[in-house]
C-alpha cells in the first residue's frame, strides 16, 4: 500500500479520525472463520480500515438486521455473449453483487485480436466493480479455422504488464495442451506462475493428468460430480457454472453435500449469462441461494462466491472483510434468499435503479466485415452420386447429428422437405471462401436468417431456403457491419445491428431486446420450431470443435474424424 | 514448466514410458478433497507425473499399508538457532518429513548483513529439502542497536530477483508498521505482493487492525487462541508454533476444536527447535501429532501442514501430491502416531541414517568479532546515591524485573550476595561501547560466563562475579572469533567455538552437543540454578524490545519507558 494512503487510512483504523463511510451495526460475515458476528465497517479511500464497535463515519448507514459480506466474485464469463456493452452487463450484474468478473474476451479477440481485448479493458475501466481479463489463448480455436486473427505468445507479452491482465484464458485446445503442441506450450510458459484456465470437459483419466501436469488451473466445464472430483484431485480448481445454457450447479454441488467434500477449492461462474436471466435471476447470488438450497451451509457457499475465487487468482485484497481489503462489499437480509439489498464497490453505493451507461466504440471496432456484397451464385451446391451429407439440428442440444440423406443428383440442390441450405462465408479478410451444405430440423421457410456472430470466428453464418434470399440476408449483415437479420420472400423483414466487433450493439438492452424478441417471434412464425432458439442455434452451427458435423468457410466438417468432407475452401 | 521437461514426464503420464520411480500401493492423502485412497504414485525427473492404478518404474517401491503425504512445510524457523550449519539441521529435520523450510536468517544478517542471507542460500542449495528465506525486516532490531549491519529497502532489492527470497521476513518492530515509520514502510512495498511475515505478540485491536493493513499477512507469536482468531479475523494467516522453547499448540488448537473453526488459515512452524529435542521428538510430524491427538481430523492436521501453508507462500507445486507437483512426499504407518519412515525430495530418497554434510564456510564469515583484547578496567561500574538499578532475572521468562537496590558507594562495584555484574561490549565495529550494569538471580561464583550469541545484535555478553574473570572471557570470545566460554579462577574452563558469525560451529552437532552438555554442568557447579539455562537466557540479556530490563552496549536500558537509565556509550 502506498505510504500516503497507509497513513490517511491507519488514522482511521487507529480511531484517530472519522471514515468515509460505516456501516453500523450489521451482522458480518466473516470467511476466515466462518464466524458471523454483529460490528461497524469503517471505510477510507476505498478501502476497509477496520471492522469494530465504534467507528464513528462522515456517512453512517444502518445495516441492523442484514448481513455484510465481501462482493461476489464471477470467477469466469464472455462479457461479449449478452450482445450489449461490456459495461452494460457489468453494471446490470453488479446489482445482485457480483462486485468482481475474470473476463475472457475470446469472441472480442477472434475479430479484432488484441484491439478487441483492449476495447473490453477500456469499456469497463470505469465500471462499477472489477473486470479482470484473461488473455484469450486459443484464438484461432483451431487449425481449420478462419477468423480475424492470430494471437501468438509474442503478441501477448506485452500484456504481462497490464495490471488487469490476470493470466491465460480458457484453454481450449486440449489436445494441444495434452501433446505438447509447441505454440501453445509457448504461450503456457508466458504465464508461467499466474493463473491459467482451462477448457476439459471430455478428458480421459491419464489425459486429465497430462493437461494438470502442463500448468492448467481451473476449470468451468465439469458437468458431474464424478468428473468435477477427478479435477479437483488433479489439483485443478473448479467453477461451478450456472449460466443461461449451461446449468452444472445442482449436479455437482448435490455430490459435494452428499460427500462430505470441503468447498476450498471450488468458485461459482456464469460463463455465459443473459441479461434477461440476470434480470429475472441475479447472477452469482442465483449460484449462491441455489448451492445453500441444495444443502451447503451458508458461509461455506459465500466463501465459494469471494474468497475461494479471490486465493484462485491471486486477488489479494478481494473477497474477504479485513483492514486492508477493497471495500467492495454487499449486503442481505437473508442468508436462503440472497437477494442483495446493498452493494458497495471501493466504497461506493451502486445506485441500483440507474441506467447502466453505454459507451461509445472507435470506428475501427464497428467496421469489422470485410466483404463486398454477394451474389447468390456463391450458394450453388451441386449433387453428385445422389447423396447429401446432413447437418442435423438437435433443438435439446450443442451438438449436431452428420447424416447422409438420398437426394436427387442436380447441379444446385433447392431445399425440400424441411431441409434447408445453410452457408459459412468468411468475412474478415475478404478472402472469398465460403462453405455450402445442407441442414435438417431448422425448417424456415419463405425466407433467410443470418448472422456475423458465429463462434468462434464469427464468420457470418447464414440458412434459408432459397438462393436469393440467402444473399440478400448476407448483404444486409454486410450492410450493417454485423447483425442478425431476417428476410422473408425478397425483402428484409428485420435487422439487429451489431455493428461492434458484429458481436454487440451499442443501441443499449432495452432496444436490443425489443427487436429481438420481434424477430425471434417472426423466425417461428417463418417455421423455425418453438424449441429451436434461431439464433443461438446459428451460432454454433459453425464451430468446428464440437461433434459431429458443421459447416465452415472451408466446407463442410467432419468433426468426429477431425476432417473435411468436401473442401470447397 | 520447461517444454522439454513436459514432454518428458507427459509420456509417463500419459502411460507411454515407465516412470524413474513408483510408489505402489499406498494410500494417498488427498489434501484437496480429504480423501483417502489407494493408488499407485508416478515420479518423473523428480516430479509427479500422476497418480492412478497402472504405472509402471524403473524402480518400484511397495507402499501398502502406508499413508502417502506431501512433504510437510515449516513455515517460520530460524536455522541459526542450533548453532549447528544449516545443511545439519535441514537434513536431520527432513528425516522427520518436513520437506520445506520458510527460514528467516534474522541473525545472520544481524552479525554479517548480505553475507550472512548468501552464506545461508549457499548452504542449503543442495540440502535434501526446499529452503526458503524471507528477507530479514528489522536489520537493526531497533534505533538503539550495534549490530554489524543495516539492512535497507535498497540493500534488499537485488534479493528481489533470488527465486529462493519469497518476502519479507517477521516486522518485528510493530510501532513502526503501526505509526508509519517511513524506512520500514519502504520495505514493506518493496514486498508489496509477495508475502510478509509478521511479529506481534501483544498488539491491541486496532493496533492489530493496522498491522494488517499495512499488508502484514502471518504471524507466528499467537500463544492463546483468542488472540490467533483475533488475528485471523483481520486476515493473518497464524502459523501455530511449537518449538524448544514456545509451546503454543495447545492452547490455540484447543480453542479451534472446540469452536470448530475451518483450519484454513492455520500452518504451523517450531520457529526455534533444537536438535536435540528434533531428534527425540520430531519436527513438523511433532505438531501434527499433536493437533491430532488434541481433536484436529487427520487430513485436516496434515494440510496445515501442507497445502495451507504452501498456499501461504504461493509455492504452487509444494504442499500436495498431483500431477505436476514437485515429489517431495513422506510416508507413515499411523495417522495418530506420524512418524515418518520415507522421505523423498524432488523423487529422490533420503537416506536417514547417514549423518548430514557440514559444509564449509569462506574465511570473511568466520572472522566477526572486531575487537582488540579488553582489559578488566572496562567493567568498573562506580555507585552513587548508594542505589543501583538490577536486572532481575526470571528462570521461568524472557521478561526480566527491573528492581533498585541499595548498595554502598563506590568506584568499582564489587558483586556479592548473589549478584553479578553484566556487562554488553560491541564487537562488529570495534567502537569501544561497554556496557556495564548488575543482575541477580544467576549466580554465578568464582568466575566468569560469556557468549557472543546475544539477540539480536550479537554482541558479547559477559556475567561474572569478578572483573578479572570477565576480562578473561571475553578475551576467549575474541580469540575464538565468536562462542560460548566458562572461566573459573583466572582459567578458562572450556570453550565452545561458534565461528561462523560468532553463532554457529562447522564442528558438527554431536561435536557440539557434547560440549555444550560439559560447560552447561559446569555452569550449574559454579552457582548457576538449575532452572536457569546458563547461555540461553544470557542471549537474551542485552535484547532491548523485551521487558523490563537489558544491558547494551550504551548502557542500562529501561524497556518499559523505551530510554536508557545510564546511557554510557
Known amino acids: 500500500m502506498d505510504y500516503a494512503l497507509f497513513k490517511r487510512i491507519s488514522k482511521v483504523t487507529l480511531g484517530k479520525e472519522k471514515a468515509d463511510l460505516v456501516l453500523k451495526g450489521g451482522r458480518i460475515v466473516d470467511v476466515f472463520t466462518n464466524e458471523i458476528h454483529t460490528a461497524d465497517l469503517a471505510i477510507k479511500d476505498g478501502i476497509i480500515a477496520g471492522i469494530g464497535t465504534y467507528y464513528e463515519g462522515e456517512e453512517e448507514i444502518d445495516m441492523s438486521g442484514k448481513y455484510i459480506m465481501p462482493g461476489f466474485i464471477d470467477s469466469h464469463l464472455h462479457l461479449e455473449s449478452t450482445m450489449v456493452t461490456p459495461n452494460e452487463l457489468v453494471t446490470i450484474a453488479a446489482g445482485c453483487g457480483t462486485t468482481t468478473f475474470i473476463v475472457d474476451p475470446h469472441e472480442a479477440a477472434n475479430v479484432s485480436g488484441t484491439a478487441g481485448i483492449d476495447y473490453i479493458l477500456k469499456q469497463t475501466e470505469a465500471s462499477p466493480a472489477n473486470v479482470?481479463?484473461?488473455?484469450?489463448?486459443?484464438?484461432?480455436?483451431?487449425?481449420?479455422?478462419?477468423?480475424?486473427?492470430?494471437?501468438?505468445?509474442?503478441?501477448?507479452?506485452?500484456?504481462?504488464?497490464?495490471?488487469?491482465?490476470?493470466?491465460?484464458g480458457e484453454v481450449m485446445n486440449d489436445p494441444g495442451v495434452v501433446y505438447g503442441d509447441k505454440k501453445l506450450h509457448e504461450k503456457l510458459r508466458l504465464f508461467a506462475g499466474r493463473p491459467i484456465d482451462g477448457h476439459a470437459p471430455f478428458l480421459a483419466g491419464d489425459e486429465l493428468s497430462a493437461y494438470a501436469l502442463a500448468g492448467i488451473m481451473t476449470d468451468h466445464e465439469s458437468t458431474s460430480y464424478d468428473y468435477a472430483m477427478e479435477e479437483v484431485r488433479r489439483g485443478i480448481h473448479v467453477h461451478i457454472r450456472e449460466g443461461s445454457a449451461a446449468h452444472n450447479l445442482e449436479a455437482i454441488v448435490k455430490g459435494i453435500v452428499k460427500n462430505h467434500i470441503p468447498v476450498d477449492n471450488f468458485s461459482f461462474c456464469t460463463d455465459d449469462k443473459h441479461i434477461e436471466d440476470i434480470l429475472r435471476d441475479g447472477h452469482i447470488n442465483y449460484n449462491v441461494r441455489r448451492a445453500v438450497k441444495l444443502g451447503i451451509k451458508p458461509v461455506d457457499a459465500i466463501k465459494m462466491a469471494t474468497i475461494n475465487a479471490a486465493r484462485c487468482y491471486g486477488l489479494r485484497d478481494l473477497g474477504a472483510l479485513a483492514p486492508g481489503y477493497q471495500a467492495d462489499i454487499i449486503a442481505c437480509e437473508s442468508l436462503e434468499r440472497f437477494d442483495i439489498t446493498d452493494v458497495f464497490h471501493k466504497g461506493r453505493r451502486l445506485d441500483k435503479d440507474s441506467s447502466p451507461k453505454v459507451l461509445p466504440c472507435d470506428g475501427e471496432l464497428k467496421n469489422t466485415v470485410h466483404l463486398s456484397p454477394v451474389s447468390k451464385d456463391i450458394f450453388v451446391l451441386p449433387i453428385k452420386d445422389k447423396t447429401a451429407h446432413v447437418i442435423g439440428i438437435d433443438a435439446s442440444q450443442i451438438t449436431t447429428k452428420h447424416t447422409i440423406k438420398r437426394l436427387g443428383n442436380t447441379d444446385n440442390y433447392i431445399p425440400k422437405n424441411g431441409l434447408n441450405k445453410i452457408a459459412a462465408i468468411e468475412r474478415h479478410k475478404g478472402t472469398g471462401k465460403v462453405g455450402v451444405g445442407i441442414c435438417s430440423h431448422y425448417g424456415i421457410s419463405g425466407g433467410a436468417i443470418a448472422s456475423s456472430v458465429s463462434h468462434d470466428s464469427h464468420n457470418i453464418i447464414v440458412v434459408g431456403d432459397n438462393d436469393e434470399d440467402m444473399a440478400i440476408a448476407v448483404n444486409e449483415i454486410i450492410r450493417a457491419q454485423g447483425g442478425y437479420t431476417l428476410v422473408e420472400k425478397g425483402k428484409v423483414y428485420d435487422t439487429l445491428p451489431l455493428p461492434i466487433m458484429g458481436l454487440m450493439s451499442d443501441a443499449g438492452f432495452s432496444e436490443v431486446n425489443?427487436?429481438?424478441?420481434?424477430?425471434?417471434?417472426?423466425?417461428?412464425?417463418?417455421?423455425?420450431?418453438?424449441?429451436?432458439?434461431?439464433?443461438i442455434t446459428l451460432s454454433f452451427m459453425a464451430l468446428p470443435v464440437i461433434a459431429e458435423i458443421r459447416i465452415t468457410p472451408r466446407g463442410l466438417f467432419d468433426v468426429n474424424a477431425f476432417k473435411f468432407i468436401d473442401k470447397q475452401g
Chains 1, 2 share one sequence.
Not at 150 to 162: F, G, S
Not at 514 to 532: F, N, S, T, W, Y
Request: proline share 8%.
Open 132 to 168: 479482470y481479463v484473461m488473455m484469450p489463448s486459443c484464438v484461432p480455436a483451431t487449425d481449420i479455422d478462419d477468423n480475424g486473427c492470430e494471437l501468438t505468445a509474442a503478441k501477448m507479452k506485452p500484456y504481462l504488464k497490464e495490471s488487469r491482465i490476470l493470466g491465460l
Open 514 to 535: 425489443k427487436k429481438l424478441q420481434r424477430m425471434i417471434k417472426k423466425a417461428h412464425q417463418m417455421g423455425i420450431p418453438d424449441e429451436v432458439e434461431p439464433y
